[in-house]
């Protein structure tokens, strides 16, 4: 198993790709996460991580051009969760979800290569219904993590 691979960011926002000893762009960290490497960035002089503030970064060059992933509307429910008392359980919520989102693209394409006999209609209508079904999962599991007050439970009044 191979080393983290360490960018290290420097004061003149230059990215510097210890691997490869070779300043990098923004566009090749995000072409370094396409290709499923996994790296951190590190400031150059103290160390410190930055990995999150670099794609967070990504993703506000990408939204603003083209066609963005996220509505106004999603980034400013996200939004709404910072401070609420639900925000821990966001992040993982929103993260089971990609997953389920990515297995089951995965589970489509699969099942594109070997179409035999099925329209595509027929097979996003099964999709759609095995989406469905993981998403409740995925909601009674998130749910019921989350303890109520019973009616002997004084916290609760």
């Known amino acids: 198993m191979s080393a983290m691979r360490i960018i290290k960011k420097y004061p003149n926002r230059r990215l510097y790709d210890t691997e490869i000893s070779s300043y990098i762009t923004i566009e090749d960290v995000r072409q370094l996460i396409v290709d499923g490497?996994?790296?951190?960035?590190?400031?150059?002089?103290?160390?410190?991580?930055?990995?999150?503030?670099?794609?967070?970064?990504?993703?506000?060059?990408?939204?603003?051009?083209?066609?963005?992933?996220?509505?106004?509307?999603?980034?400013?429910?996200?939004?709404?969760?910072?401070?609420?008392?639900?925000?821990?359980?966001?992040?993982?919520?929103?993260?089971?979800?990609?997953?389920?989102?990515?297995?089951?693209?995965?589970?489509?394409?699969q099942q594109i290569g070997g179409l035999i006999g099925q329209t595509p209609w027929t097979m996003m209508n099964q999709l759609t219904e095995r989406n469905l079904e993981m998403w409740k999962d995925l909601q009674k599991t998130m749910l019921g993590s989350i303890k109520t007050p019973g009616p002997g439970d004084k916290r609760g009044r």
């Not at 990515?102 to 394409?109: I, M, N, S, Y």
Request: charged share 25%; proline share 1%; glycine share 6%.
């Open 37 to 109: 490497e996994t790296f951190e960035v590190r400031d150059a002089k103290s160390g410190e991580d930055l990995t999150r503030s670099v794609l967070l970064q990504i993703i506000a060059e990408h939204e603003s051009d083209g066609e963005p992933v996220l509505s106004t509307q999603l980034l400013s429910q996200i939004i709404r969760f910072y401070g609420d008392s639900m925000q821990g359980f966001m992040g993982s919520y929103l993260e089971r979800s990609m997953q389920v989102f990515l297995d089951q693209q995965q589970q489509f394409r």
